[in-house]
C-alpha cells in the first residue's frame, strides 16, 4: 500500500493552547493542491514493532482485506521540542496526511518511511511523532509536559478493528538528534500502540464461547507514554498513564459486545485504552474494594458442550485480567493492568459448572469463586520480537540472531519474557571459550536464570577475534534458552570487518582525506595562520601514530616553535606515540611562509602515519596516512567584510551575488541554517530556481562558468570545468531571508575542494573541505555615527549575475519603476524607494553612504555598497506629469524626470524611515546642522577646520544661509560674500543641494519620505539659479538651482558656467557662513 502525503507548517502562533482529542472514526482532512516541499526536508523512518510467533494468534485486526492494519500509519504529526533546555519547549509542529507515506502493510514490513520539511536548528532537539491522530491548538513556546498532557484520545465505543471504516491505532515515538539540518535522516524511531489488545483462546473441548463483552472500560486516555516533569518519556513504565478522568464506562449495560460464535481463538478484535489494576486492599473476606468491582474486566457468554454440542441455557463468567505470583510461601492472584502496546492473551482452560444467567449478576461477582478458571499472558510487544508458543504457555525473547564485528563486547542485552511457570535458564552451548553470559563475576559464566510473568533480560559478553584468519572470517556460538516446556536457540555470529582507521573527521563532521593550508596568512595577523583539526576515529583499542620520515626539508611543512601540531609527535619521524579511546584529535597549524626561508615558494606537504593495535599490541591491518598540504590556496568570498577567517557579515533582504575568488575545484555538499535569533518565518535563506546557495552547485556547472567575472576565454589554460594552476571568479547568487530589525543567524556551507596539481592532462587530486560561515544581518546604513538620521539606506547596491557588460565595463541592475519598487519592498519590514529629498541627501552625504560604485578600475575595484554615477529613481513624482518620477544623476547632482514605462530603466537603492522627529541634519532658523556636539553626520565627509570649500565639495557641520536672493556675477557673487565681515563665503555645490533637499527651495517633493523640517527667521524659499563656490572645470562653477522651466517644475539643474560670464548677472547666489 502507497500512500502520497500532503505536507504543511502550522503557524503556531495563530493558536491558543487547548486540549487535543482525537476522535475515532473521524475523516481526514484533504487537500486538493499540495503545497509545495521545501529545501529543508529531512528523512523520516518509522518501526511499528510486533511479534513473530508462528501461531494464527499472531494475526491482528485486518482492516479492509489481509494486511496488518493494526501497525498501519496513515497520518502524522511531527512535534519538534527544544531539548536544550529543562522543560523543553515546543518550536515547531508539522502535519503529514496521508500522502507520500510507504508503508507496505501486505508484505508485513512495520516501516515507514516519508519527509517532512522542517526548520532548520543548531540546537539539541527532541523530535516526537504522533500516527493517527488528528491534532489541533498547539501554541510554539509550550512546555513539553504541558504539550504531552493535552494530547488526549477519546474512545467511546467498539474498537472498529475488522471493518471497511476501521481504525488505525494512535501511536507515540520519539528520539533527540543534536541537530536538524537538511541532509540528516532520522531513522529507527520505535512506535508505540495507545491500546492494549485482548485475545482469547479457547482450550477447554466441553465449553463454547458465544459473546465476549469488554466491561468497566475507560474512554479517555493519553496519546504519548507517560513522562516526567520536564517532558522526559518514560522508556520503562510499570503503570499506565491516564489522564485524571480517563472516563470509565461502568455497568454491564454498557459493556461492549463482541460475537466470538464458538470459535477457538478470537484474535485482533478486541482493544482497549490503558486501565489500572484492581487493588486487593480488604484482604480475606474483606473484598468489597471499589477499584476490584470497577476494574476493566471481559464477561465471557456461553454453553456447556456434551457430545460435542452446545446444550442449555447459556451462562456467563467475569474474568479479571490476573497472574499468579509466589509471594512468600503460597501462590497469591495479582490483579494487572492494562498496558499499552502490551498483548493480553486470555486462555480460558477450565470451565467446571455454570456461571451466571444474567451478565450484570455475572459483573458483580467479583467477590466469588468462578468455575471458569482462565490464565492471562501478557508482555511488551516494543521488547519481545520472537515468540515459541504451544497453545497454553509462551516464551519470547528480543533477538535470536546476533551479529556483530570482531571486537569486544561486555554488555549485549537480550530480553525474555514466559510465562511457564518455574521461569527460564539460559546457557552457552557452543564458543564457550568467547561467548561467556555477563552475570558481573569476572569472566563471567554458562548459565543464568530468570523469572516467568515479569520483563527480564540477560547480557552477553564477547571477546576480540582476534584468531581471525581475514576480513569476513566469522565465528558462531549457541546459546539455549530453555523452560520446563519451551526453548529457543540465538545464535550469536562474529564477523571480521576491515579494522583499519574507521575515517577521518573535520572540525565540523565532514570525512576528508586531507588537510589544506594556505602558504600565506589571510584575514588573521601576519604571523599566523588559521589552525585546523583533524579527528582521528578508530575502532581498535590503541592508535599508534607518527610523522612521515625521509621528507624533503625543502618540501616539508615547518611548523612554529609554540606548536603548529599538537599533540606534538616525535620529530625524529621514527618514534611512534600511541593513542587511546576510539577518537584522537589533533590540531594543525603550519609556520606562514616567509621570503627566503629555503623551503618551497609554492607546495609543501607533510603527513602523519597510523597503524592499529589490539589491547595486547598486536598490530591489526595495514598503515594509513593522512597528508597536510601548505599552498597557493584561494577561496574566499570577496568584497564583504571578513569577521574572522571563512566567516563573511552578509545582509538579510536582498538579492546579492557573492563574488568567489578560487584556484580549485569546488562543489557545496551542505547548507544549514544556526543560531536563527527574531525570524520572521522567511529563515535565512530563500530556495528558488536562480539561487546558487544549495547543494550541488560546482564549478562545472554551466551557470558558474559561462557567468565567471574575469575570465579570458582566449587564455590557453581557460577551463573553469577543471580548476588548475590559476584562478576564477564565480558569481553565486544569493537569495536571502527578508530583513527583520533585529533578525539575525548563521547560513553555514560546507564546500567540497579539489586541489589539482599538475596540467589539464596530467594531474593529482587532493580532495578537502572547506566551510564558510555567512553572519546574515539585518544591518542599515546610517550617514551618522551618533543621533538618528532622517532615513536609512539599505547598505548593497544592486548588481547582475554577469558584472561586465559587452564592452567589459561594470554595470549594476536598472530596473523599471515598477520592478524597483517591488524590489525595494520584498526586502521586508518597511524598505521602499527613497523621494527626491532623500536622494538629494543621499548624494550630499554619499561618502558615508557607500560611496562610489567604481572605486578603481576592474573587477578589483568593485564597492559593492557604493552608488553608480548614474540616474537613481526616487518614489517622487513630477506634478506636472503623473507618468514620471524624478530621477538623480549621481554623477552631477542633476535632479530631473524619466517615464515610467517598463523600457526605463535605472539604477536605484533602498531606504526606510529613521528619526520621527530630532534626526540629522536639523534646519533651525536659516541654519542647517549636520553635527553640534550630541553628534550627528560623520565627521569625515564633513568640511573640517582648515579645509578649503572652494577646494573641496563638502557640506559645514553647520552652517547659516542668507534670507533672500541676490544677482551678480560668478566673480561678483564671489566677492560681495567674502567681503562681508563675519566669514561669509559662497556655498558649495553639496550646500546647495542641502538647502534644497530640506524643503529650502519653492518646488516640493512628494512621496513617503522624511519630514522636511520647518524654515524660520524670515527666511524665503529659493526659486532660482544660484551661484555655487565648487569649481567644475577650470574657470568654472557649478550653478545649482530649480529649473525656471514650468514643464520642468521641480528639476535642479546643475550646469557649468563661467563665473566671469557677464551675460549670467542674471544668476542669484546667497552667501552662507560656518557656525562653530
Known sequence: MRYTVSIFKKHLLMYTLMTVVCLSGCVQEEFATPPKKTENSVEFSLSVFDVKMPSVASRSMVGVGEANKE????????LVFDASVEPAVLLEWVEVESQNIEQNLA?????????????????????????????????????????????????????LADADNYTAIPMYGEIEVAKIEPSVSIANIEMKRMLARIDIQNSTSNFKIEDVYLANFNTNGYVSPEWDSNGKINLTPTAPNMPSDPGKTLGAENAIRYQVNGAASYIGEIYALEASAAIDAGGVGEDGNASRKNATCLIVMGKMIENGVAVGDSYYYRVDFTQKVTIEEGTEVEYMPLMRNYK????????????????????????????????????????????????QYMLGVSVTDVQISQFQISEYAIDVFTDVPGGWTVTVT??????????????????????????????????YFDNALGIGDTRTGTVLLKTARLSQEITVTQKMIEPGVIKFVDAYGNEIENLFFRLRATNVAANTIEPQSVYVMFSTDRLDARLEPGRDFAGLIAYPDWGGLIPALNPDRVTITPFYGS???????????????????????????????????????AQREFTIVQALLDFSFQYYESLSPRSYEVHLGAEQYLQLLTNNNWEITKIEQLDIIGDDGTGLIVSDSENDIVVGRSNTDNIMWEYSVVDNPEEPEY??????????NFRLKLHPGKWKEGKSGTIRITFRNVMRAGSQESYIDYPFYTTIDLKMTSEKTSYTDSGEPLFYLYPLRFDKRLYYDENRASEGLKKDITEADNICKAVGDGWRLPNANELILSYVYRDALGGDANQGSGYAGQNIFGWFADRNWSSSVDPIDSNTRFTMDFSSGVTTTNSIWDWDKQYFRCVRNGASSGGYPKVSGATIISRDNSGGVKSSILLASGESPAQYNKVAPKFEVDLVDKVNTGMGAKAECEGRSGNWRLPTQRELLLIYGLGGMQTSYNGDGFTVPTWSGGFVKV???????????????????????????????????????SGLSWVHYRCVRTID
Open 430 to 463: 557452543s564458543g564457550e571459550s568467547w561467548l561467556r553470559i555477563n552475570d558481573g563475576t569476572t569472566g563471567g559464566n554458562v548459565t543464568t536464570s530468570g523469572a516467568s510473568n515479569s520483563d527480564t533480560q540477560f547480557k552477553l559478553s564477547m571477546g
Open 583 to 621: 577518537v584522537q584529535a589533533f590540531s594543525v597549524e603550519p609556520k606562514v611562509k616567509v621570503d627566503g626561508d629555503g623551503k618551497s615558494e609554492y607546495w609543501r606537504v607533510d603527513k602523519l602515519l597510523f597503524t592499529l593495535h589490539n589491547k595486547e599490541g598486536i598490530l591489526l591491518g
Open 344 to 391: 493480553y492473551v486470555v486462555d480460558i482452560n477450565e470451565v467446571s459448572g455454570p456461571g451466571f444467567t444474567d451478565k450484570v449478576d455475572a459483573l458483580a461477582s467479583y467477590t466469588v469463586m468462578s468455575n471458569m478458571k482462565t490464565r492471562v499472558i501478557s508482555y511488551n510487544r516494543n521488547k519481545i520480537k520472537d515468540v515459541v508458543y504451544n497453545g
Open 719 to 728: 577551463n573553469p570545468l577543471s580548476i588548475i594552476g590559476r584562478g576564477y
Open 1023 to 1061: 526659486d532660482n539659479w544660484l551661484w555655487s563656490q565648487t569649481v567644475s572645470v577650470s574657470g568654472k562653477f557649478y550653478v545649482v538651482g530649480p529649473s525656471p522651466n514650468a514643464w520642468e517644475n521641480g528639476q535642479l539643474q546643475t550646469q557649468s558656467w563661467d563665473y566671469t560670464d
Open 107 to 159: 508484505g508485513g514490513s512495520s516501516k515507514v518511511d516519508f519527509s517532512a520539511p522542517l526548520t532548520l536548528s543548531s540546537k539539541k532537539v527532541c523530535i516526537a511523532v504522533v500516527a493517527n491522530c488528528s491534532l489541533s491548538g498547539l501554541t510554539k513556546g509550550t512546555p513539553k509536559n504541558d504539550v504531552l498532557n493535552s494530547l488526549i484520545f477519546q474512545n467511546s465505543g467498539k474498537w
Open 71 to 78: 501497525d498501519e500509519v496513515q497520518s502524522v504529526d511531527i
